[in-house]
C-alpha cells in the first residue's frame, strides 16, 4: 500500500446528458492505475465540490459538451474553496473554443484540455504533476 | 444459383493461387479485416458467398413492396428527393426564427429545432439549475409564447417541423398545436415529427425526467393522440443515433433501436390501439458513420427486420405500418478538431451512405462542430454537400443502386442476423425496459465505446489528422467560433415574470390541478390536459413538476 | 495549449489537525483521515486517539452492513435509507468497497452515484474505498475507517460491501448488525442460503417486493431459515418506489436497542476489537511474507516447507 495511489474525480456539472467521454475517460483513467470516482449526469458546482473533498481526490476532471464550462466550471473551483481544498487540481475537458481557455484558467482551472486531446494527456498530465510533485518531495 | 459450385471451385482456385502467391509477396494490410460490428470481412464477395437458400425475391423484392429492402417507396428519389432538414436553434426564439427563415431560402424544405437542456428537461429558464445552459445547445422555450416567436412569420400548414424534444415532447407537441390553432390553422393538417423515444435516454442521450414506466405511458398518449387528431404528424422518432455516438456499433444501434420500438409497440397496443391505426406513423432516426459499405448495409438490413417485426410478431395488415422510414444524421463523434476541413469529407462520404440506403430525410453535420457550435458559413456548406449528391453525382436517379453488390448483400443479411440475436436476448430479458433497468444496454454500449478508444489510442485505428498524417504546425486556434448570447437567460426571465404577472393565474392552477388528477389514472389521455394547460399560458416547468410530483424522477443504474 | 502551470502545494494537515477537525465532524479532516489510513500513514498513535476517544463516547453510531449479491438493489436501498434519515434529521456515513484491477490497481468506483442527488448536505458523507491491497478480504483499513466515521458523530455509518462470499462474511464482524439484501428472482439459486450467510446476517431484506415474483421468494427463503436456529426476520421493501423503507429503520433502530439492552452490543464490539487485532496481524504479516517470497533466493535442494519454518522462526515466531 505504500505506493501512492492518485484518486481522481470525473465530474460533469450542468446538464448534459453525453456521458460517452466522461465514461470513456473514467475507464482510461483506471487503466492507468488511478482510483476513479464518477460523479454521474447532471451535477451542480456544489454537488462535484463535496464529492472531491469527501473522496480527497487529487484531481477533479471535469467534462461539459453543451457550452456551459464557462460558467459553470470556475463555480466548482470556488466551492472547492469554500470548502477549503482550492489545492485540488481542477482539469477542464468537452468542447472548450481555445479562446476561452486563458478565462477558464484566470479562474482558477489548472488546465483545459479541448478539442483534438485525449484521456492520454490528461493521464500524462496528472503523473507529472501529482505524482512528479510526490517525487519531488 | 445454378453455377454456385462452379462459382465457389473457381474462387477456391483463385484463392489458393494467383490471391495467396499475391499476398506472399505484399502480406495484407491487417489480420483478419473487421467492422467493428464484429463481422470479418473476407477479400471479396462473389454470388456464391450469399446463403445456399438466397433468394432475391424473398430477400430483396421490390421498392415499397415488403420487406422493403430497397426502399420504402416506389420511385425513391425518382420522384422527391429526401428531405434535406439541418438541425438548428439556439439562443432565443428570435435568433432561432431568424436561422430558420434562413434556411428556407437557402431552400432547405423542413425545420428542425433544438432546443436548451432546460427546455429539454423540463425546467424554465429561471430555474437554479439552468445557470450556464439557458439558450446553449438550442432555443429556450419557457411558455407558447416563447413558441409563437420561434414560429412567427412562418407558414405551419406548410412546412414540416422536427423538434428534438423528448422526456417533455408531450408539453411542446401541445405548444405547437397551441400556437397553429391562435393563428386559425387546423391541428389536422400540421406536419412534422416530436423525437419522443425516452428509451434511448436512458441508455445514450441523458436527458430522462421520469422512470422508465410512467415515460411509456406519456409516449402511448401522444401517440394514440397524434392518431386520432393530429394524423399527419409523427408522433415518435425512434432514435438509434445517440446510441451510435454513445459509442454502440452499427448492429448495436440497429437492434437496440428496434428494441426500443417494439417496446413502444406493445405498450399502445395494450392500450387497446389497433397496431394499423398508428404503425405507418412511427417513425426513426439514424446515424450514418464511416463504414461505407456497413452503413449502406445497416439501413437495408434495418428496413427488412423492421417489416418482419410488424408482420410476423404484431400482425399488421397495412404495408405502411411495415415501413422503416428514417431520418438521418451524419456523425458528429467522427468529426475532428485537427484539420477541421477534413469534416468536410467525412460528411460527404457519411451522407452519400446515408443516401444510397435510402434515408428519407437528411442532416449533414457542419466541420466546424468539433471546436464549437456551428457558423453560418460551416451550415451552408453542409448544406450544398447535400444538394450536391442529390444534382450532380447521379446517385438519387436509381432505386437502391448498390442492390445486387454480392458485398452489400451478404452485409446486410449478416448485420441482419445479429439485430435478430440480440433482439432474442433481450425479448428474453423481458424487453428492453428490463434490460435498460438492469443496465446491460449500457453497459454493451459503453465496451463498445471503450473498445474503439483503445483502437484509436493504440493506433490500430487510423483518424486521419489525429493519429495519423498529424500536422504538426496546425494552428487550432484560427476559426471564428460562433457563442451563443450570455443575456439569454436573462430576457428569458424577464418574460417568464411578466408572463406570470399578465396571465390568469387562478385558471392556470385549476388547469394544473386537473392535469395532476389526469396523470395520477394511467386510463386518462393527457393530452387534452397539457393542451388546455399550455392554452392557459403555463409554462414548461410548471407543467413538468406537477408530472414529477405525481411520477417521481429516474435515477439510472451505475454502469461504466 | 499545455502551458506549465505551478504545481500546487497538495493539503497537507498534521494528525493533531486531522483529529481535532474530525471529532468535530469536519469534512475535510475526516476525509483525510481516511486517506491516511488507507495509504498507511496514519501512526499508531492517531488510531489509538481515535479508539480511546470512541470509547469515552456516550452516543454510539449504529452501525449498519449492507451486504447482497449484485443487481439486487444495495445501492438503491442505501440511497433511499440515507434520503429518509436525512429528513430525520440525522447523521449519515456511508463506507463503500469496489473491486481493484489487479493488474493496474487502478479502480472504478462508482457506488456514489446513486445517493449524488442528496448533495450538498452536511449531514451525508459516503466514502468509496476500492479493494486494492486486501488480502482474501482480510480488510483492516475499512474497519478502521468505520471507528473515524464514528469518532465524527454520525448517528448511522452504512458499510456497503460487493456481492456474497466467504470474503464478505467480515462485514458481520465489523457492524453492530448487518442485512442482507435479496431481489425476486432467487430461482433455483439457493447456493448461497446453504453458505451460512444466513446464519450470520440479522435481519434478510427483501428488495423490490413490489415484484409479482416476490412472494414466491419469500416462500423458498422462508423454508430455509426455518430450518436454521434464531433465523433473521425478513423485511420488505421496494427502494425504488420508497415503500417500507421506514418500517425497515425503525426495525433496525429496535433490533440495535434490543442488542443495547442485552449486553449483546458491547459483545458484539468487543469481538469486532478482537477481530481487528488478527486481522492487522494477518495484513503485516501477510505483507512480510509476501516481500519475503517476492526476494526469495531459490534453493531447489530444500523444501519450501523448511524455509518456511526456519524463516518464521528467525523472525521470533514459535512454530
Known sequence: ?137 | ?560 | MRNKVSKKKRLVLTEEEVFRRLIKGDEVGLARALSMIYREEASSSLLSRIYAYNAEKKEKAKIIGITGAGGVGKSTLISVLAETLLKEDKRVGVIAVDPSSPKTGGALLGDRIRLQHLFPNSNLFFRSFSSRGMVGGINPFIFDAVSVLEAASFDYIIVETLGIGQDEIDIVHMCDLTALVIAPGLGDDVQFLKSGVIELVDLIVMNKADLPTASKTVGILNSYTRMVENHPDIVKVSASKKQGIRELIAYIDNKWCELKNTGQLVERRTTRWKFQVGNWMRYIVGKKIHGFVERGEVKPKTSPYEIAISTLREWGCEV
Open chain 2, 1 to 560: 444459383m445454378e453455377d454456385r459450385k462452379k462459382i465457389l471451385q473457381v474462387k477456391e482456385d483463385w484463392l489458393s493461387t494467383d490471391y495467396a502467391k499475391f499476398v506472399a509477396k505484399v502480406p495484407e494490410r491487417k489480420h483478419p479485416f473487421m467492422l467493428d460490428s464484429g463481422i470479418e470481412i473476407n477479400p471479396l464477395y462473389t454470388p456464391a458467398d450469399l446463403d445456399e437458400d438466397w433468394s432475391y425475391l424473398e430477400r430483396l423484392g421490390f421498392p415499397g413492396r415488403y420487406p422493403f429492402t430497397r426502399g420504402v417507396y416506389p420511385t425513391m428519389y425518382r420522384g422527391r428527393f429526401w428531405t434535406m432538414r439541418q438541425y438548428a436553434g439556439f439562443g432565443t426564439a428570435e435568433e432561432s426564427n431568424q436561422r430558420f427563415k434562413y434556411l428556407l431560402e437557402q431552400g432547405q424544405t423542413g425545420l428542425s429545432v433544438a432546443f436548451d437542456l432546460p427546455t429539454q428537461l423540463g425546467y424554465d429558464s429561471d430555474h437554479d439549475l439552468a445557470v450556464g445552459e439557458v439558450g446553449k445547445v438550442g432555443v429556450a422555450i419557457d411558455s407558447v409564447e416563447d413558441m409563437h416567436v420561434l414560429f412567427d412569420g412562418i407558414p405551419l400548414d406548410k412546412v414540416s417541423t422536427s423538434m428534438t424534444i423528448n422526456a417533455p415532447a408531450a408539453i411542446l407537441l401541445a405548444m405547437y398545436i397551441v400556437v397553429a390553432e391562435e393563428k386559425g390553422i387546423d391541428r389536422k393538417v400540421l406536419r412534422g415529427t416530436i423525437q419522443n423515444d425516452i428509451l434511448k435516454e436512458y441508455v445514450a442521450r441523458g436527458t430522462y425526467i421520469f422512470p422508465p414506466r410512467p415515460s411509456m405511458r406519456l409516449i402511448a398518449d401522444t401517440i394514440m393522440f397524434c392518431a386520432e387528431e393530429v394524423p399527419k404528424w409523427n408522433p415518435i422518432s425512434i432514435s438509434g443515433y445517440h446510441i451510435r455516438e454513445s459509442g454502440s456499433t452499427a448492429v448495436q444501434e440497429i437492434a437496440f433501436t428496434l428494441g426500443d420500438a417494439i417496446e413502444y409497440v406493445k405498450t399502445v397496443i395494450e392500450k387497446g390501439m389497433d397496431v394499423d391505426k398508428f404503425a405507418a406513423r412511427l417513425s426513426f432516426f439514424f446515424a450514418s458513420h464511416n463504414n461505407f459499405f456497413e452503413e449502406i448495409a445497416k439501413f437495408r438490413a434495418a428496413r427488412r427486420v423492421w417489416a418482419k417485426i410488424m408482420k410476423e410478431k404484431f400482425g399488421a395488415q397495412n404495408p405502411k405500418s411495415m415501413m422503416l422510414r428514417f431520418h438521418t444524421q451524419t456523425a458528429g463523434s467522427t468529426l475532428t478538431a485537427q484539420q477541421p476541413l477534413n469534416n468536410i469529407v467525412r460528411v460527404a462520404i457519411q451522407a452519400l451512405a446515408a443516401v444510397i440506403g435510402g434515408t428519407q430525410s437528411l442532416h449533414t453535420n457542419s466541420y466546424d462542430e468539433a471546436l464549437s457550435l456551428p457558423t453560418e458559413e460551416s451550415v451552408t456548406v453542409a448544406l450544398r454537400t447535400q444538394q450536391i449528391i442529390a444534382y450532380e453525382s447521379g446517385v438519387a436517379d436509381v432505386i437502391d443502386g448498390i442492390g445486387g453488390s454480392y458485398y452489400v448483400e451478404k452485409l446486410t443479411d449478416e448485420i441482419e442476423k445479429k439485430v435478430w440475436e440480440y433482439l432474442d436476448k433481450i425479448e428474453k430479458m423481458g424487453g428492453m425496459v428490463p434490460a435498460i433497468e438492469e443496465g446491460y444496454i449500457q453497459q454493451e454500449i459503453t465496451d463498445a465505446a471503450y473498445q474503439y478508444y483503445k483502437a484509436v489510442a493504440d493506433g490500430e485505428k487510423v483518424v486521419v489528422g489525429v493519429n495519423k498524417f498529424v500536422d504538426p504546425n496546425e494552428d487550432l486556434t484560427k476559426f471564428h467560433l460562433h457563442r451563443a448570447d450570455p443575456t439569454v437567460r436573462e430576457k428569458q426571465v424577464k418574460k417568464l415574470k411578466e408572463l406570470r404577472e399578465k396571465r390568469d393565474n387562478q385558471k392556470v392552477r385549476k388547469l394544473l390541478d386537473d392535469l395532476r388528477k389526469a396523470a395520477e389514472d394511467e386510463n386518462t389521455n393527457l393530452m387534452p390536459y397539457i393542451i388546455e394547460a399550455v392554452r392557459a399560458r403555463a409554462t414548461l416547468g410548471e407543467i413538468t413538476d406537477v408530472l414529477r410530483e405525481v411520477f417521481g424522477e429516474y435515477r439510472p443504474p451505475v454502469i461504466f
Open chain 1, 1 to 137: 500500500m505504500a505506493d501512492r495511489v492518485v484518486r481522481v474525480l470525473v465530474g460533469k456539472p450542468g446538464l448534459d446528458g453525453h456521458d460517452r467521454a466522461a465514461k470513456v475517460m473514467a475507464r482510461a483513467l483506471r487503466d492507468a492505475g488511478f482510483e476513479v470516482i464518477y460523479t454521474g449526469i447532471r451535477q451542480t458546482p456544489a454537488q462535484v465540490a463535496q464529492t472531491a473533498v469527501q473522496e480527497d481526490v487529487d484531481v477533479v476532471v471535469l467534462n461539459n459538451l453543451t457550452g456551459a464550462h464557462l460558467e459553470v466550471f470556475p463555480l466548482v473551483v470556488e466551492e472547492l474553496k469554500k470548502r477549503g481544498r482550492d489545492d485540488i487540481y481542477v482539469l477542464a475537458t468537452g468542447v472548450i473554443p481555445f479562446e476561452d481557455v486563458e478565462l477558464l484558467k484566470e479562474k482558477g482551472i489548472d488546465e483545459v484540455f479541448g478539442p483534438g486531446t485525449g484521456p492520454i494527456h490528461i493521464i500524462n498530465w496528472i503523473k507529472e504533476h501529482v505524482l512528479g510533485e510526490k517525487q519531488g518531495e
